[in-house]
């Protein structure tokens, strides 16, 4: 699920993309504008870039959770976000990107295929590293859209642990392969029937660090950066994403690191989450806690009975025993 598949390269080097870098991919795409143009939903706001027509090859391999780096000169990449859809859209093009003018004849100036993307990260990689050292390139920058060939990953995951670890999505103070090793536990544990506490055992600090991390990234990534309760996918003026993990029957009890123990939540649900206005029925769907004379109450009462907003893959849902112990922190029994 985490593993990085494949990195992109897009050279960004002239004013007029870098200005189109900032508007679209720093800045975002608001839902208002977008959802004009495709039925696809990223919620209130999305990264997105385009590609020309030369470059339909390399998105046609994209993959969601693939890599896409942006050079942008001074033999520096300073941007990188992931991959979480593609698709040929002149339209959306022609809105976001008009005036983009590289002396070319007719419409293929326009960039119709499009790549929305999250998880911006501000990043400062040494292209010739990238292009010299690692996939053995004769220039030491991209002269078009390309995926970084097989030779230059290869050398990345050797040299660094990661892809991930090397573009700066790892954790300090966590190893990349300490991570890496959470991050598989963590899927393999949905393999197995969930438990509602972590045994007791001896482990070093270096070992708890890295799986409370590798459960905070991969909650985010099955959640796709979105509030489990509201939909909200908001980001940072820098892409960094609101939504936070949050442990379904806690870790102050001692709650599992388990991905069927996680939801992402706003900060406003993650609160009312875990102070009791909102508990979880076994069918996953909302409840909210009945005190009308409580200020706030009035705000949480519409979500009464609505089903939370889940990960494609139900092996990732919460899981019954969770659920339950939650409620019955909270006083929820009696109110179902």
């Known amino acids: ?41 990223f919620g209130d706001c999305v990264s997105v870039w385009g590609v020309s027509p030369g470059g339909k090859k390399y998105t046609d391999q994209m993959a969601r959770g693939d890599i896409l780096l942006f050079y942008t000169g001074a033999k520096r990449y300073t941007l990188a976000a992931r991959v979480i859809g593609t698709e040929e859209n002149r339209e959306l093009a022609a809105e976001l990107w008009t005036d983009y003018q590289i002396g070319l004849r007719d419409d293929d100036e326009l960039w119709p295929h499009v790549i929305y993307l999250s998880d911006i990260v501000a990043v400062q990689i040494d292209s010739t590293e990238v292009h010299h050292e690692h996939a053995g390139h004769s220039r030491g920058h991209p002269q078009n859209f390309m995926r970084l060939n097989d030779r230059g990953l ?24 300490t991570f890496e090793k959470a991050d598989n536990e963590l899927h393999e544990k949905v393999k197995r029937t969930p438990e509602l506490t972590e045994p007791e055992r001896k482990e070093e600090t270096t070992t708890r660090k890295a799986r409370s991390a590798a459960f905070r990234s991969g909650i985010k990534e099955l959640y796709e950066y979105k509030c489990a309760v509201c939909g909200a996918n908001r980001m940072t003026p820098s892409g960094r994403p609101e939504v936070e993990a949050a442990h379904i029957y806690p870790r102050s009890e001692n709650g599992q690191d388990d991905f069927r123990n996680g939801l992402a939540l706003c900060k406003l649900h993650h609160w009312a989450f ?18 009308p004379q409580v200020a ?41």
């Open 154 to 177: 290869r050398n990345i995951r050797e040299k660094y642990g990661s892809v991930r670890s090397f573009l700066g999505y790892g954790v300090k103070d966590v190893r990349p392969d």
């Open 296 to 336: 706030g109450f009035a705000e949480f009462s519409s979500l009464e009975g609505t089903r939370l907003i889940l990960p494609p893959d139900d092996r990732y849902h919460p899981a019954k025993i969770y659920l339950r112990e939650h409620r019955a922190l909270h006083g929820f029994s009696a109110e179902l």
């Open 1 to 41: 699920m985490s593993a990085v598949g494949n990195v992109f390269l897009a050279p960004c080097s002239n004013q007029n993309a870098a200005n189109h870098l900032q508007e679209t991919v720093v800045g975002g795409v608001p839902a208002a504008v977008y959802r004009q143009y495709t039925s696809k939903d």
């Open 274 to 291: 875990d102070n009791g206005w909102l508990g979880i029925r076994d069918d996953l769907t909302l409840l909210v806690r009945h005190r």
